[in-house]
């Protein structure tokens, strides 16, 4: 976002600025600490000068745009044809995004319209990023549904019931301003299984095929609730695991609601109809055990799992019949790993046919990013070893011929007295001096946008100008120098110097250069030329904590 909202030197400040590392912290399926996002956020607020809230929403219409062109288009408009229902399967995608991203923990969603307003509450773990929901749910209203909306924080509240993840609870109002003519509307009041009435009638036949028994045993996980939150119906795992889940038994002596936040009353689950249900039960086997205990869950790296023989189930679909005024829930066992399996006595035959399907799917796709990720990798190494063009046309297996550059400017430096350092000083002290200067050194060439060639021992080569061509080199070139010096009185020397700063002379001259990659094994990118020699002689014959400068340079 900052490298296309702003320029590549603001984010390369801001990582300066932060002590971050474009590689290392910002890799794609690697998960990081808060701390480390909320001190980025801090950072780019500071460096921009934009307000944290404000700073958040521009991220989340953003997110939008960097979903769309990671191909998840399909994915996100595939959530409802309208805001309202986008919103509402919000929870959903998350759970099937928790099987491939298992440490992930989303904030949760709850819609609720039946007029011009949606009201939608949002619930997070972490404080304060409710602005990124609002960027986002404005940027998917505008690019998915051709609808302006206004989206206003009406209340937060920060008090849950014990047991409960979340730390943060904000009311958002959503108002649409103006609606293009060709979307569908906005805030629909009809839910899905009302729209589905006339198809269901015409579905179903003048008798029912299908016993109680039968339905209990191709349904095990599924559960029918009266007005009265009593149990009408149940399948049969559900009452192997605990006998107190049996018909007329209240819902509340075996049941809780673990998500989404909404009391077990059946006018309050009709509100949130739509929306993805995970209770979680005890697995007990005698009904007073059942009453003797509150069913209760928490999160354990970003997944709801089960705690002293809390068995959670996942109700995905919930309908309600209208006659005779029942609640339907159809759920799936939520299961982790094979080692929970084993924990709760599970076998894989407790588990619908469907789900082992949607589990293998997921599997396989975490597989694949996984594999992605791996080439991510050796990608970014690739290019800190040559430049990205360069080794595109290496992996692509095309030839890299040599090129010709009128005019660049080259920088030489290296530590004075390094050879009496080296014989003072240990050896892993000398290279860990090496690289506490030289990471200096490389995080500069970022903000100065210009070109590491290689060290060797003590010297380092930069380039500017090359192999991107650029008309200010010789500035870009004499700023890095200056940066160098400035960074090199900041650490300190190895062994028996330890006491005293580093001191470094540095050397540029600017004239034209051949470059051209070297080697088959180790491909190196090389410069050649009489230009190079001088830029090497300017340093050696220049004075410590100086920047020797020759005249085409200047």
């Known amino acids: 976002m900052v490298l296309e909202k702003f320029d590549e030197k603001t984010w390369a400040k801001i990582l300066l600025t932060a002590e971050l590392d474009d590689y290392e912290d910002f890799q794609l399926l690697k998960g990081y600490p808060d701390r480390k996002t909320f ?13 944290v809230p404000a700073l958040l929403e521009l991220y989340g219409e953003y997110f939008l ?28 995608l ?20 039946g007029g011009p307003v949606m009201l939608v509450t949002y619930n997070s773990t972490r404080r304060g990023l409710y602005p990124i929901a609002v960027g986002l749910l404005r940027a998917v209203a505008a690019q998915i549904y051709n609808q302006v909306v206004e989206i206003v924080a009406k209340k937060t509240n920060t008090e849950f019931p014990e047991g409960t993840a979340y730390v943060e609870q904000v009311l958002l109002e959503i108002r649409v301003v103006s609606d293009s003519a060709d979307s569908p509307s906005p805030l629909p009041s009809r839910s899905i299984e009302q729209e589905s009435e006339g198809i269901l009638a015409e579905c179903a036949g003048p008798q029912p095929l299908l016993s109680n028994a039968q339905l209990t ?111 339907v829930f159809l759920g799936s066992l939520r299961v982790a790993n094979l080692d929970q399996m084993q924990q709760d006595s599970l076998f894989m035959s407790d588990i619908p046919l469907f789900d082992k399907l949607n589990e293998a799917t997921a599997q396989l796709s975490k597989t694949t990013q996984a594999l992605n990720a791996e080439k991510r990798k050796t990608d970014n190494l690739l290019y800190q070893m040559l430049p990205k063009r360069v080794a ?29 350092i080296c014989s003072g000083s240990p050896p892993e002290e000398v290279v860990s001096m090496l690289n506490s200067i030289f990471t200096k050194f ?65 050397g540029m001259h600017s004239g034209p250069v051949v470059t051209g990659v070297v080697g088959e094994k180790m491909p190196r990118f090389c410069l050649f030329g009489d230009t190079v020699n001088t830029a090497s002689r300017m340093e050696s014959h220049g004075c410590p904590g100086l920047v020797h400068m020759s005249e085409p340079s200047y």
């Open 39 to 51: 001190l980025l956020i801090e950072t780019i607020s500071k460096v921009v000068g934009i307000e």
């Open 217 to 327: 045993s191709l349904l095990p996980y599924h559960l029918v609730l009266d007005r009265q939150m009593r149990i009408v119906q149940c399948g049969r795992k559900l009452r192997q695991f605990n006998s107190g889940i049996r018909p007329g038994a209240a819902f509340g002596e075996a049941f809780s609601i673990a998500n989404p936040l909404v009391g077990a009353e059946f006018a309050e689950i009709l509100r949130f109809i739509n929306s993805a249900f995970t209770l979680a039960f005890r697995r007990l086997h005698t009904l007073e055990q059942s009453k003797q205990v509150v069913p209760r869950t928490i999160f354990v790296k970003g997944a709801l799992v089960g705690v002293g023989g809390y068995q959670l189930v996942k109700f995905s679909h919930m309908r309600h019949l209208a006659e005779p005024d029942l609640l």
């Open 392 to 420: 595109e046309s290496l992996r692509n297996g095309e030839r890299v011929d040599a090129e010709k550059f009128s005019m660049v400017t080259v920088l030489f430096s290296d530590i004075v007295g390094f050879t009496d």
């Open 94 to 113: 998350h759970n099937l995004l928790q099987l491939t991203y298992t440490e992930m923990v989303p904030p949760s969603f709850l819609g609720e319209s």
């Open 65 to 92: 745009t960097y979903a769309i062109r990671m191909n998840f288009a399909s994915m996100i408009r595939s959530l409802g044809d309208d805001l309202s229902t986008f919103i509402v399967n919000l929870d959903s």
């Open 442 to 506: 490389d995080k500069h060439t970022e903000v100065n946008q210009v070109y590491k060639v290689e060290t060797i021992g003590d010297a380092y080569m930069v380039v500017g100008g090359c192999p991107d061509r650029t008309e200010d080199h010789a500035q870009r070139v004499a700023d890095q120098g200056l940066d160098m010096l400035a960074s090199s009185r900041l650490v300190r020397a190895a062994g028996s110097y330890k006491d005293c700063s580093i001191r470094i002379r540095v």
